[in-house]
C-alpha cells in the first residue's frame, strides 16, 4: 500500500464521517421544523384574530355585499378558470365533473345541478344560494358545510371572492340584482 493508497483510505473515512455528521444534522433540523402550522383565517376589516384553541370556533366573516357593487366579474372570471375549472364548468348546459356545473348557481336551490351527486352535507343545508353564503362557502367550503365533497380550502381574499361571485352572478339569463 502507497501513500495515495493511505490518502484515499483515509479521505473515504473523513467523507463517511462528514456525510454522517451532515445526515444527522439534517434530520434534527427537519424534525425540529416539522411542527404543525396553525393556519389562522383572516377576517378583512375586524382587526387581527386571535388563534382559536378549538377548532369549531365560528368565524365571523365581514359581509360581502358591500364589495359586490366594485366587484370585477372578469378578474372573476379569471380566477374561477384558475381555480375551480379542475372541478367545476360553467357554460350553459356544461357537463358536470368532479363538481356541479355551475351555470345559474347564485339565487338557486343548493344542489341545483340535476344529475350531480351532491353530499349529504350540502343538501342538508336547505335553501337558496345567497351572496352572503356564497362568501361563507367560498371562504372555506368545510366550515359552511362540514363533510362536503368539495375539497378545496377556499378563498382567503374577500376582494378576490367578491369577484368570483360577481363573474358567477353573470352566468344567468336573468341575473340576480346585486344587494
Ligand atoms: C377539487 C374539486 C373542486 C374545486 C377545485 C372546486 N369545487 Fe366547487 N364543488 C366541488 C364538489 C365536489 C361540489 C359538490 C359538493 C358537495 O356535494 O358536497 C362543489 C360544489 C360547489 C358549489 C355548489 C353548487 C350547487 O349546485 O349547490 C359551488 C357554488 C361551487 N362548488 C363553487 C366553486 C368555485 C367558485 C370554485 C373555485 C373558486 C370551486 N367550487 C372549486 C368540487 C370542487
Redesign the pocket.
Known sequence: MDSTEVNKGMAAILVAGIAFFLSGWISVTLVHDSKPEHEILKIEGVGPVEASAGAAKEETLAPIAPLLAKADPASGES??KK??????TFADGGKS??????YG??G??????AG????????GKAGN?SFEE?NA??AK?AAF?P??????A??KSIEQRAD??A??RTLSKTPVPLP
Open positions: 380566477t374561477a381555480l375551480c375549472v379542475s372541478c367545476h365533473g368532479v363538481g356541479p356545473n355551475l348557481t347564485v338557486a336551490a343548493r344542489g341545483h345541478t350531480f351527486n351532491y353530499s349529504a352535507a350540502l343538501k344560494w356564497l362557502w367560498l367550503p358545510a363533510g362536503t365533497r368539495m375539497t378545496f377556499g378563498i368570483v361571485i363573474y358567477l
